[in-house]
């Protein structure tokens, strides 16, 4: 049984440039999380989605942060263009039932994300 | 809106030794409420949770978790540490009602010595 799988585990680049991860959720989950995890401000929810409609961003950190989830198994955050100061963990997590269930989220190993 | 806290930032125990994480919620009713632990550059996987019935709950990896209305914890347990438990411990909290996905504690990161 495949959990949520990311892709790339580490990406480095040089700021200014674009920067893609991406989120492949267990099949039949309905809610998709991205966070951010730093040794500074530890783990942080970004934006979620339910069947496929981000729900809530209000903690994208700026413009220049952008999620998507085109369909049921797929997502991408994309920073464009990356600083410094987003280099940190960026995890995604999916779950089942409803959001105020008591259905635990799964996460993915997260994606290392450098940039210099 | 839901609440956790964990006060320990960072805790060192022996080898063999029991542990003891401590994590405090706020909820006006009755939480969700999970442990996760997040192994060096890995996710996080889930411990063990308690949403109703029986308030002691036992886990994975002979990890248990008691949930104490009175004092608003969850206390995360184990009777004798392995030098694989080192990691970082999460609580996390979510509610059954209202509309807001599970809130995370800052976590507590545990050394083990021999």
Same mark, same amino acid.
């Given at each position: 049984?495949?959990?949520?799988?990311?892709?790339?585990?580490?990406?480095? @680049?040089?700021?200014?440039?674009?920067?893609?991860?991406?989120? $492949?959720?267990?099949?039949?989950?309905?809610?998709?999380?991205?966070? +951010?995890?730093?040794?500074?401000?530890? !783990?942080?929810?970004?934006?979620? #989605?339910?069947?496929?409609?981000?729900?809530?961003?209000?903690?994208?950190?700026?413009?220049?942060?952008?999620? $998507?989830?085109?369909?049921?198994? #797929? /997502?991408?955050? $994309?920073?464009?263009?990356?600083?410094? +100061?987003?280099?940190?963990?960026?995890?995604?997590?999916?779950?089942?039932g409803q959001i105020n269930s008591n259905q635990p989220q799964h996460f993915?190993?997260?994606?290392?994300? /450098?940039?210099? | 809106?839901?609440?956790? *806290?964990?006060?320990?930032?960072?805790?060192?125990?022996?080898?063999?030794?029991? !542990?003891?994480? +401590?994590?405090?919620?706020?909820?006006? %009713? *009755?939480?969700? !409420?999970?442990?996760?632990?997040?192994?060096p550059g890995q996710g996080l996987q889930l411990l063990l949770k308690y949403?109703?019935?029986? *308030?002691?709950?036992?886990?994975?990896?002979?990890?248990? %978790?008691?949930?104490?209305?009175?004092?608003?914890? #969850?206390?995360? +347990? $184990?009777?004798?540490?392995?030098?694989?438990?080192?990691?970082?411990?999460?609580?996390?909290?979510?509610?059954?009602?209202?509309? @807001?996905?599970?809130?995370?504690?800052?976590?507590?990161?545990?050394?083990?010595?021999?």
């Open positions: 049984d495949a959990g949520v799988i990311q892709s790339p585990r580490h990406e480095v @680049t040089e700021m200014g440039q674009e920067v893609t991860l991406r989120c $492949k959720p267990i099949s039949g989950h309905d809610y998709l999380f991205w966070y +951010r995890q730093t040794m500074m401000r530890g !783990l942080e929810l970004l934006i979620y #989605f339910n069947n496929n409609v981000p729900i809530d961003d209000s903690g994208m950190p700026e413009d220049r942060f952008s999620a $998507k989830m085109p369909n049921a198994s #797929f /997502s991408t955050l $994309k920073i464009q263009p990356s600083e410094p +100061r987003d280099s940190a963990v960026y995890f995604c997590a999916s779950s089942g993915g190993d997260g994606t290392r994300l /450098s940039i210099l | 809106a839901q609440s956790v *806290t964990q006060p320990d930032i960072h805790i060192t125990v022996s080898e063999g030794a029991s !542990l003891e994480l +401590r994590c405090n919620y706020s909820y006006g %009713a *009755t939480p969700y !409420l999970f442990w996760y632990v997040q192994s949403f109703s019935g029986d *308030t002691l709950v036992q886990g994975i990896k002979g990890f248990e %978790a008691e949930f104490k209305r009175s004092q608003s914890s #969850f206390n995360l +347990r $184990k009777p004798s540490v392995h030098w694989s438990d080192a990691a970082e411990y999460f609580c996390a909290v979510g509610s059954y009602s209202g509309n @807001t996905p599970l809130v995370f504690g800052k976590g507590t990161r545990l050394s083990v010595i021999a």
